[in-house]
Nanobody, 128 residues
Framework: QVQLVESGGGLVQSGGSLRLSCAAS????????IGWFRQAPGKEREGVSC???????????NYAQSVKGRFTITRDNSRNTVYLQMDSLKPEDTAVYYC??????????????????WGQGTQVTVSS
């Protein structure tokens, strides 16, 4: 069974930092592209960042323009974990953050089609 568990969210002031973790199990982690998404109250879900598995680039990354230069996505295949380092946080970053994935034939970072497997989310709140 595919399982994704996010952690690391919390309350920070503007300009602060958080590191989110996404712990994965139940699949061949190194083969899967993993995306970070977020959803604020009353807003549409948006893609934040994505990192590829072996079939689609083995560690290639992309970022939404709104977070480029502030957020960094990494993966540790030995730990089956993807991280999102968030620096210079702004109030508009406040949202529930989710990691998500699907098998390589159905999901890849370079496409906009969302994956089917999601974690439970972790709340990030940035005060002004």
């Amino acid at each position: 069974q595919v399982q994704l568990v996010e952690s690391g969210g919390g309350l920070v002031q503007s300009g602060g930092s958080l590191r989110l973790s996404c712990a994965a199990s139940g699949f061949s982690f190194e083969l899967y592209d993993i995306g970070w998404f977020r959803q604020a109250p009353g807003k549409e879900r948006e893609g934040v960042s994505c990192i590829t598995g072996i079939p689609h680039g083995n560690g290639s990354t992309n970022y939404a323009q709104s977070v480029k230069g502030r957020f960094t996505i990494t993966r540790d295949n030995s730990r089956n974990t993807v991280y999102l380092q968030m620096d210079s946080l702004k109030p508009e970053d406040t949202a529930v953050y989710y990691c998500a994935t699907d098998k390589p034939s159905l999901y890849q970072c370079l496409q906009t089609i969302p994956p089917d497997y999601w974690g439970q989310g972790t709340q990030v709140t940035v005060s002004s």
